[in-house]
């Protein structure tokens, strides 16, 4: 059963306890966390994630997959009663106060654990919000009280009539994608960073399939060319060769995140109305073009389709 979540994330310099660091979260790509805190194994590939800060929801996405591996965390305690309830002072010396004993030191004692890490993928369908909203304003729509919980378990329907205008996603972004994914071993594993299992051999096979070419601009150098998947890379991940495309790397971050689509009908470059500004002159002339592809080499249609739909009514909204 799909589920909705509230991700936190919060500057390290924002962070009242400097007790404990966190990792490299990236808004609008991943977010990480690890097996020490609450429902860190709750999240599940093709769940609702609802990013935030303390003060405002920042965004939303479906999680498309959850990479873990060993990793390290890192605990700073006060140096007299070894709790972890330190408060960082940006205007007083010492830096560091103790809210349990009330010890004031510069240097905290340092521990490392070794912890499972789990990181979540979610660009593909990422939807910052604008305008902001108040975390005060979907206080209703979590589902415990633990607000010092950085994973906390949201009400979806909720979020979906209180969030889809400032989101710009429309129906077809809340359905949820299926198909059929054949052969290339998917699965996945963290260094720190995620791999997919399978993604270099994925590329591999594009670029045989169609060369050092991009599919919009033509011929490109082969390191700035990526193989964009065209359809969720979810719970039971496969590479599926014929729903793929190669794209130099700033076009298919845009695919992804639904700004470039490609309408089948006529095989063409369809931009975000606000892409198509002059101003931005690498992308602008893209809109209408065909599709640098021969007929032979096109990738399954219905993949495009699906995609092509979600982008396209996220721009009316």
């Not at 809210?99 to 510069?106: H, L, Q, R, T």
């Not at 299926?178 to 963290?190: A, Y």
């Not at 045989?208 to 011929?219: F, L, M, N, P, V």
């Amino acid at each position: 059963m799909v589920a909705a979540w509230s991700f936190l994330t919060v500057e390290e310099a924002d962070q009242q306890f400097g007790g404990n660091l966190g990792y490299e979260d990236v808004l609008g790509e991943r977010y990480l966390w690890n097996n020490t805190v609450p429902n860190y194994r709750a999240v599940q590939p093709g769940d609702l994630v609802v990013l935030r800060d303390k003060t405002w929801v920042l965004g939303l996405a479906w999680v498309d997959d959850i990479a873990q591996g060993p990793g390290k965390k890192v605990l700073r305690r006060c140096p007299q009663c070894t709790a972890t309830s330190i408060k960082r002072r940006t205007t007083k010396t010492p830096t560091f106060k103790c809210s349990g004993c009330g010890a004031e030191f510069d240097t905290p004692v340092t521990n490392v654990l070794d912890v499972t890490v789990f990181e979540a993928d979610y660009a593909r369908t990422w939807r910052p919000l604008d305008p902001l909203v108040r975390v005060q304003q979907i206080q209703g729509l979590f589902l415990n009280r633990s607000g010092q919980q950085s994973i906390r378990p949201m009400d979806l329907e909720g979020i979906r009539a209180a969030l889809t205008g400032s989101a710009g996603a429309g129906p077809l972004w809340w359905k949820e994608d299926g198909g059929l994914r054949p052969p290339i071993p998917g699965g996945h594993t963290l260094i720190l960073h995620k791999a997919r299992v399978g993604q270099q051999q994925f590329r591999q096979r594009m670029l045989e399939r169609y060369g050092s070419r991009c599919a919009i601009t033509g011929d490109q150098p082969e390191e700035v060319l990526e193989a964009a998947h065209l359809y969720r890379y979810a719970t039971t991940p496969h590479h599926d060769p014929n729903g793929g495309l190669l794209l130099r790397r700033d076009l298919h971050a845009l695919l992804d995140r639904g700004l470039l689509t490609i309408d089948t009908t006529t095989w063409t470059v369809q931009l975000a109305p606000r892409l198509r500004n002059p101003k931005y002159a690498d992308f602008a002339p893209l809109h209408g073009q065909p599709l640098k592809l021969p007929t032979s080499k096109r990738p399954d249609s219905s993949y495009l389709d699906e995609h092509h739909k979600i982008a396209t009514e996220a721009w009316a909204v």
